[in-house]
């Protein structure tokens, strides 16, 4: 284990992370309402922090293998989601505890959208700001921001993205080089951003409310600058715009790359050029996780609509249109946006919401849950099955698109399903030890390792009133859905240290 080049690349990574302790603090003393002093230091400790790693070993440069990439990933998250709470922690008027702090700030770097706080509209603007920043840096992952750079620094990077990408198959690339994936990713990234707070603000947001948002929407995170999140605007056109860009990033950003057109370098006749890529917004229709993930979304939308009409539930069908396109989207996306307390809908609804949280978003994208490419794949899967059941000698294939998947694909699918599954009961009998009610449990783990936010119960708002032991296993939880599981669960097998 090359144990001084991985506290070399941390010492970077957060002295780099330090830097957007900045904003915030600038915000404090532009708004006049306090919290610039806790970031100044918070940015001065973990600056401090990140130099005292790196120096000792800045003189350390190896090629990473793979044991190290998933080390990497898994230290920077827990570091980083640690040094991120620390101006949650600083001794001020809106100080938290230690378990606090930590929750918060994990629960914003997993994009999860859990929180522990209430009265957030009294709170600093710096405060507000640094809430929403959080989950739009850990909603692409920092990592990949980081696999971006580390060429500089002389360190490749495949190992740390195969580890931090979602998804089953990991071993795709939209572009040769691992550095110009990742920088593309941004791009895409922050372009989708920049439009999301423009049309917000066109909307009606102020600038500010506007931003904070698009950082929350775009990484499908769910922490808004308001207790009443999306409910504190009634405004349908902003409501249906956080359902737009809530589906866009839910889309593999790997598609959004493909169909548009960009620009790139090629080495011609010794002499470097500049030419431009074809894109199709056909490569959308053409994809098959794309289509399903559509079809997912419009059809829980109709029954979430078609029910509250049915039950007669706002006095005017329009509040049960828009409403009902907004829950549906928000929660089966795992962004936790709400506009109402969607927990006391009539009949099934609350709990039909949380389990298509349980789907979630495509691979590649910024959504929580299991992926839809591996609920389509289970899907084919049992469907192979039952069709070896009835033609035993006939030979089935699960296809994607035109094309044969491996065995090792369909298998990693099903051992990850099967894992996620113990590790969902065993979360689920955590949480009932600490105090909590079955139902209650039952939401927590569903809200914390599907990085959803809101769940059932005493966990439907917020996670006040968990007891400590219940947030750091919702830490845990909150990890667990964030590194798709086997990044972080590798780390517990005497295989993985015997090299």
Known sequence: MQVRTILRILGLLIAIFSVTLLPPAALAYFYEDGGGWAFLLAFLLSLTIGILVWYPNRDKRQELKTREGF???????????????????MPDAYSLSFTDSMFESFSALTTTGATVLTGIDELPHAYRFYRQQLQWLGGMGIIVLAVAILPLLGIGGIQLYRAEMPGPMKDSKMTPRIADTAKQLWFIYLGITIACALAYWAAGMTPFNAIGHAFSTVAIGGFSTHDASMGYYDNPVIHMICVLFLLIAAVNFALHFAAFPRMYSRRVDGKNRRDWTRGSLLTYSKDPEFRALMGIQFVLMAIVVITLL???????????LFHGIFQAVSIATTAGFTTESYITWPLFLPVLLIFASFIGGSAGSTGGGLKVIRVLLLYRQGKREIDRLIHPKGVFTVK??????????????WGFFATYALLFVIIMLLFIATGLDDYSAFGATAATLNNLGPGLGEVASNFTTVSDAGKWIAILSMLFGRLEIFTLLVLFTPAFWKH
């Open 71 to 89: 080390v990497i990933v898994v230290m920077f998250w827990v570091v980083l989601g640690s040094v991120g709470a620390i101006p949650f922690w």
């Open 310 to 320: 049915s039950q007669r539930w706002h006095a005017d069908w329009t509040d049960s």
């Open 400 to 413: 994607w698109g035109d094309k044969a998947l491996p065995d090792r694909v369909v298998q990693a699918v």
